[in-house]
């Protein structure tokens, strides 16, 4: 029932993408303003790391026992996971009434499928109580139908780089100043280190906004101890921390970023729940971070199944080259065990921007075509792609299955396999691997 009514939804406007905030004002005002009665938003954008950071400050609220909404795109499984209501993802029939319920609000008017279904998130946090509701934007954030919070407690910013080009332009200096939309006038905005040339424009947005800037590298610091703890300096804290739990030396980044903006909200003279955080509750929720299908290891099902004993089964769902450099950063210290991949990308992205740090740490490459994913690139162009940037084999499969069971079978042992390259494809191999 859920996927019917989601389908109704996607014919609600031709396009997929039409950046635009007039369309779910509208809805909004028909659905009585939900987005006026929201708990304390923490608005989030950004180009990689906004996952994590939302995931990880998820934790740590509710490590302190408080109520968290969430909103993220795009889910990797089912759709449920987009809308977490504090603290629970809706059950099926609770979030079919709730989409009913908008679509019947929109009487039939044009409305993308992120726009309505927004604001479907907004009205089920309304209606529930919470100490704090985290927005994770989904494209941009000038025109993100998420920019309608008129005063967030507070906006962060996680690293910038080249994506959607076609939607945000076609220079950093261009996104940066999309991303930058989500700043309000005179509430503070967390940023992560950023290009050069981003920098640039998040300081010019803020000075004309009048936006307090919290920025790494001048306000707050984060680095690894010898034994994978995290030290955290901020303007007014200090915190020794475990190491995070997600998996990937930059989580530290993302981790410190999180921490940020706990620091920022404590230091505003508001009631709880940003008045401090009792002892240990920052440790547990590092601890607690849950966020799959980002450098996530598989370790059962079907595909695990296939692998002999002693070998690895990785998945990444990064998509663009600023993921890639992170992710190939990461990979220099997975030099025990022989390193083979398998590898499916949209059409849309990148390629041989994604490519190009990543192609030659493999041994041998597996490419698909993404299941059900109309501009999947095929997986003989993947293959290419990848043998342009000096991958020496790289062969495509027709399955991901195939694929990992050609790698079994010929990769010299034991051996640690990563799945990367699409969001979708993560979510294809999460669900197929149950």
């Given amino acids: 029932m859920i996927d019917a009514v989601l389908e109704r939804l996607t014919r609600l406007h031709p396009k997929v993408i039409d950046l635009s905030l007039d369309r779910v004002l509208r809805l909004l005002d028909a659905l009585g303003n939900p987005q006026d009665r929201l708990p304390p938003v923490i608005h989030v954008a950004g180009t990689n790391g906004k996952?994590?950071?939302?995931?990880?400050?998820?934790?740590?609220?509710?490590?302190?026992?408080?109520?968290?909404?969430?909103?993220?795109?795009?889910?990797?499984?089912?759709?449920?996971?987009?809308i977490r209501v504090a603290g629970r993802?809706?059950?099926?029939?609770?979030?079919?009434?709730?989409?009913?319920?908008?679509?019947?609000?929109?009487?039939?008017?044009?409305?993308?499928?992120?726009e309505i279904t927004t604001a479907a998130a907004f009205l089920a946090f309304a209606r529930t109580p919470a100490e704090v509701c985290i927005l994770e934007t989904g494209l941009g954030g000038r025109?993100?139908?998420?920019?309608?919070?008129?005063?967030?407690?507070?906006?962060?910013?996680?690293?910038?780089?080249?994506?959607?080009q076609q939607f945000l332009g076609g220079r950093i200096?261009?996104?940066?100043?999309?991303?930058?939309?989500?700043?309000?006038?005179?509430?503070?905005?967390?940023?992560?280190?950023?290009?050069?040339?981003?920098?640039?424009v998040l300081e010019a947005r803020s000075t004309e906004m009048g936006v307090p800037l919290f920025q790494e590298g001048a306000d707050f610091f984060v680095r690894t101890t010898p034994d994978g703890g995290l030290i955290y300096r901020g303007k007014t804290v200090e915190w020794s921390l475990p190491a995070p739990v997600l998996a990937g030396s930059f989580q530290a980044r993302n981790t410190a970023l999180a921490l940020a903006a706990i620091e920022r909200l404590s230091r505003i003279e508001t009631p709880p729940p940003f008045g401090g955080f009792?002892?240990?509750?920052?440790?547990?929720?590092?601890?607690?971070?849950?966020?799959?299908?980002?450098?996530?290891?598989?370790?059962?099902?079907?595909?695990?199944?296939?692998?002999?004993?002693g070998w690895e089964l990785w998945l990444d769902g990064g998509h663009n080259p600023h993921a890639a450099e992170a992710l190939a950063q990461h990979c220099r210290s997975w030099r025990d065990k022989?390193?083979?991949?398998?590898?499916?990308?949209?059409?849309t992205k990148d390629v041989d921007g994604y490519m190009e740090p990543l192609a030659a740490r493999f041994h041998s490459l597996?490419?698909?075509?993404?299941?059900?994913?109309?501009?999947?690139?095929?997986?003989?162009?993947?293959?290419?792609?990848?043998?342009?940037?000096?991958?020496?084999?790289?062969r495509p499969s027709a399955s991901v299955e195939e694929a990992v069971g050609d790698l079994a079978a010929t990769l010299p042992g034991p051996a640690r396999i990563l799945i990367c390259g699409s969001l979708y494809l993560a979510?294809?191999?999460l669900a197929d691997n149950r």
Wanted: one cysteine or more; glycine letters at 8%; charged letters at 20%.
């Fill in 51 to 82: 996952g994590s950071t939302v995931a990880t400050l998820r934790a740590l609220f509710e490590a302190a026992g408080l109520r968290a909404h969430v909103y993220t795109s795009p889910h990797l499984v089912r759709f449920n996971e987009r």
């Fill in 427 to 429: 979510g294809r191999v």
């Fill in 143 to 164: 025109l993100d139908a998420t920019n309608v919070v008129s005063r967030p407690a507070l906006t962060v910013l996680t690293p910038i780089a080249m994506d959607h």
């Fill in 173 to 200: 200096e261009a996104i940066a100043a999309e991303k930058a939309g989500i700043m309000k006038r005179g509430i503070a905005c967390v940023v992560a280190r950023q290009n050069r040339k981003a920098a640039k």
């Fill in 338 to 347: 022989t390193f083979g991949g398998v590898f499916g990308i949209l059409a």
């Fill in 278 to 309: 009792p002892d240990g509750a920052l440790a547990l929720g590092i601890r607690s971070v849950e966020w799959p299908g980002r450098l996530q290891r598989l370790t059962e099902g079907p595909l695990v199944d296939l692998l002999p004993e």
């Fill in 89 to 114: 993802l809706p059950a099926d029939d609770q979030l079919l009434a709730l989409l009913e319920e908008v679509e019947a609000a929109n009487a039939g008017a044009a409305v993308t499928f992120f």
């Fill in 366 to 394: 597996r490419t698909v075509t993404i299941p059900g994913e109309s501009a999947s690139l095929p997986a003989e162009d993947a293959a290419a792609a990848a043998s342009r940037h000096f991958c020496l084999d790289a």
